[in-house]
């Protein structure tokens, strides 16, 4: 299940946030209550990438 945290944790808990990326698991940060973006580990992120072509 994604994880939805304020971004403010992405540096004030980063050891947390990376230990649930790097589980697999994607965060979803939000700013001001809205979605701004996703963190995934990077192996997660090539896994979603690698099919795609680039011409």
Same mark, same amino acid.
């Given at each position: 299940?994604?994880?939805?945290?304020?971004?403010?944790?992405?540096?004030?808990?980063?050891?947390?946030?990376?230990?649930?990326?790097?589980?697999? !698991?994607? %965060?979803? =940060? @939000?700013?001001?209550?809205?979605?701004?973006?996703?963190?995934?580990?990077?192996? !997660?992120? %090539?896994? =979603? @990438?690698?099919?795609?072509?680039?011409?």
């Amino acid at each position: 299940m994604i994880q939805i945290r304020p971004v403010s944790d992405l540096r004030n808990k980063f050891p947390e946030i990376e230990n649930i990326v790097n589980n697999g !698991e994607p %965060v979803c =940060l @939000t700013k001001n209550g809205y979605g701004a973006m996703v963190v995934l580990s990077l192996e !997660e992120y %090539v896994s =979603l @990438t690698d099919s795609i072509e680039i011409n």
